[in-house]
C-alpha cells in the first residue's frame, strides 16, 4: 500500500566551512536569496508538495534555525502598531504551526546517511521525504510536488536526478539506469562519489529523495562509505539489491548549488530577476556590467 508523504526531514547539521567567515556564527542554511533565507526555500517546496510536518537534523549552532521559525512578537507588535501589513504578512509566511517543526541533533559528523537515521523514530513506519537545503531548484511546479506525482503511481523510493558535466560526477551521487531517455527511469545501481573515470553515468542524484522506511534500517547496518562517512546513497542502493525498486526523476527546473559560492552567486542573480521589484533595476545594472569590458576592448 502506498501511503501519502507527509513528512520531510531537512539535514541541517553541516558546519558550513565553505561559508566561512560567515557561518562562524549563522547557520548556512539562514544565509539569503535576496531576502529569504536557504531554508524557506526548502520549506515552502516542501509545503507546496504537501509536507505537514518537518524535521530538523541540527548540531550545535544552529539555535538562529530554530528561532527563524518561532513568532517574533516584539517585532509583530512593532509592526502592527505602526501599520506595515505588508511586511506583517511577510512575517507571518514564516511563522510554523505548533508542533509542526521537530528538532533533532545528529551529535557526532558522520555523513547524510546518518543524519537522516537521526530522525527514525520521528518517522516510524511511513514513506518520508528528504530535502537538502543546499539544492535550490527553481521550476514552476516544485520539484518535490513533481516527484509526489510521480511516487503515487511508482511507490518504492526516489531520488530527484539530473546530468552533470562528467568531470563533476565524483561529486554526486551517481545512477546506473536502465534506459536513459525517460523523465522516470528505474534505478540499477548507485554510487557516492565514484573515482574519477569510474561513474556509470553523469546521471547524478540532486537533493530531493523520497523514501521508503526500509532504507532507515538499511541505515542500521550498512558501513561506512565514501568519505569514511554513513551515505544516504548506500542505503537506497541496498534497495535495489533486496529486490525493492529505487526510480530516478529528471525533475523540470533549475538547480543551483548553494553549497558553493558560485551557485550561490547564481542563484541570487537568478532568484533577484525573478523579483518584481528589482528586476530592471539589478537587469540594468547586470547589463552595465557586462558591457564595460566589451566596451573596453
Ligand atoms: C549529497 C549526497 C549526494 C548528492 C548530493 C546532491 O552530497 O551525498 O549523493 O548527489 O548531496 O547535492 P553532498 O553534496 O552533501 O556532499
Redesign the pocket.
Known amino acids: 500500500m502506498k501511503r501519502k508523504v507527509t513528512k520531510a526531514i531537512f539535514p541541517v547539521a553541516?558546519l558550513g566551512t565553505r561559508f566561512l567567515p560567515a557561518t562562524k556564527s549563522i547557520p548556512k542554511e539562514i544565509m539569503t536569496l535576496v531576502d529569504r533565507p536557504l531554508i524557506q526555500y526548502a520549506i515552502d517546496e516542501a509545503r507546496a508538495a504537501g509536507i505537514t510536518e518537518f524535521i530538523f537534523v541540527t548540531s550545535r549552532g544552529k539555535g538562529a534555525l530554530e528561532d527563524y521559525f518561532d513568532n517574533a512578537p516584539v517585532l509583530e507588535a512593532a509592526l502592527r502598531r505602526d501599520g506595515k501589513d505588508k511586511l506583517l504578512d511577510i512575517l507571518n509566511s514564516t511563522n510554523m504551526e505548533s508542533g509542526a517543526i521537530a528538532y533533532i541533533r545528529q551529535h557526532k559528523a558522520l555523513g547524510?546517511g546518518h543524519a537522516v537515521w537521526c530522525a527514525r523514530r520521528l518517522i516510524g513506519d511511513e514513506p518520508f521525504a528528504v530535502i537538502?537545503p543546499?539544492?535550490v531548484i527553481a521550476g514552476e511546479k516544485s520539484c518535490l510536488q513533481q516527484m509526489v506525482e510521480a511516487y503515487e503511481e511508482t511507490g518504492g523510493s526516489m531520488v530527484a536526478a539530473m546530468e552533470v558535466p562528467p568531470e563533476k560526477t565524483s561529486?554526486?551521487?551517481?545512477l546506473d539506469v536502465a534506459d536513459d531517455s525517460e523523465r522516470l527511469v528505474s534505478v540499477n545501481k548507485m554510487v557516492?562519489?565514484p573515482a574519477e573515470g569510474t561513474a556509470p553515468s553523469n546521471l547524478?542524484?540532486?537533493?530531493r529523495y523520497i523514501l521508503s522506511p526500509d532504507v532507515l534500517e538499511n541505515l542500521e547496518t550498512i558501513d561506512r562509505g565514501a568519505g569514511g562517512e554513513i551515505?544516504?546513497?548506500d542505503a537506497i542502493a541496498k534497495e535495489i539489491e533486496l529486490g525493492r525498486g529505487v526510480h530516478g526523476y529528471r525533475f523540470e527546473g533549475q538547480r543551483f548549488?548553494c553549497?558553493s559560492k558560485a551557485g550561490f552567486l547564481q542563484a541570487t542573480v537568478a532568484f533577484a530577476l525573478q523579483r518584481e521589484e528589482l528586476r530592471d533595476e539589478f537587469a540594468q545594472y547586470l547589463s552595465d556590467l557586462t558591457s564595460l569590458p566589451r566596451a573596453a576592448q
Do not use: F, H, M, N
Not at 561529486?171 to 551517481?174: F, L, T, V
Not at 547524478?204 to 537533493?207: D, K, L, N, Q
Open positions: 553541516g547524510l537538502l543546499d539544492d561529486s554526486y551521487g551517481i557516492e562519489k547524478a542524484v540532486i537533493g551515505q544516504l546513497t548549488d553549497g
